[in-house]
């Protein structure tokens, strides 16, 4: 079993709907999360950390279930400008085991 | 502010060469992280480092070397060069713990 799991996509939207990326983490000593956004043969770069309380950042909210080990991304009113492949992040304590999922690309249509 | 830069961008070797990627920041971050992401996978860890003269595996270490003489510079080397290493490697650096991290551009490595 992969340590981050993401459904792999891609997930076709129509401009202004709401999408949501689900992932799973196996290691429940994984403390920090993040959504990491990468577009096409570029690197990634934050999009937003996951509290447990859950944060919103303008369109975007994430939340983080430990009990159930998953982590979400919620995308409001979808723009173009969102195609992008999604990457889940878990952190150890430490930081250094930083595991990356594999990413769920998004194509948001006109 | 350059961040984390990357040398070379594209890079052909044959099998059996050594190369050297290069990455250097000026953000003055102590945590500093090479990564290779084949296509369509996940970044995958291959070496860290927490400052200047340390260094430590991550999750696919063999085949590579690093280290870290000063804070800016993290210099990845690759010795006899394999096709199992033809990926993208990115470098990326952080200012503390658990926190974000802040990545170059990437280099394309083929090996043939």
């Known amino acids: 079993r992969k340590e981050v799991e993401q459904d792999p996509g891609p997930f076709n939207v129509p401009e202004g709907a709401t999408v949501a990326f689900n992932c799973t983490y196996s290691?429940?000593?994984?403390?920090?999360f993040f959504w990491y956004r990468q577009d096409c043969r570029k690197e990634p770069k934050l999009l937003m950390s996951?509290?447990?309380s859950g944060n919103e950042d303008g369109r975007f909210t994430a939340q983080l279930n430990r009990a159930s080990q998953y982590i979400s991304l919620l995308i409001r009113d979808s723009k173009l400008s969102d195609s992008a492949t999604y990457l889940c992040?878990?952190?150890?304590?430490?930081?250094?085991?930083?595991?990356f999922g594999a990413g769920t690309r998004l194509f948001v249509k006109a | 502010n350059a961040g984390v830069t990357q040398t070379p961008k594209f890079r052909i070797l044959k099998i059996g060469q050594s190369m050297t990627l290069q990455c250097a920041q000026d953000?003055?971050?102590?945590?500093m992280y090479w990564y290779r992401q084949d296509p369509g996978m996940g970044l995958k860890l291959i070496y860290y480092?927490?400052?200047?003269?340390?260094?430590d595996k991550g999750e696919v270490p063999n085949g590579y070397n690093v280290s870290r003489s000063t804070t800016e510079d993290f210099p990845l080397r690759l010795e006899l060069a394999a096709p199992s290493q033809t990926s993208v490697y990115f470098c990326?650096?952080?200012?503390?713990?658990?926190?974000?991290?802040?990545f170059g551009p990437g280099t394309r490595l083929t090996v043939t």
């Open positions: 996951v509290y447990s």
């Open positions: 990326a650096s952080s200012p503390r713990d658990n926190y974000e991290q802040y």
């Open positions: 480092s927490v400052g200047a003269g340390i260094t």
């Open positions: 290691n429940s000593a994984s403390q920090s």
């Open positions: 953000m003055n971050h102590n945590y």
């Open positions: 992040v878990g952190a150890d304590t430490g930081g250094f085991k930083t595991i």
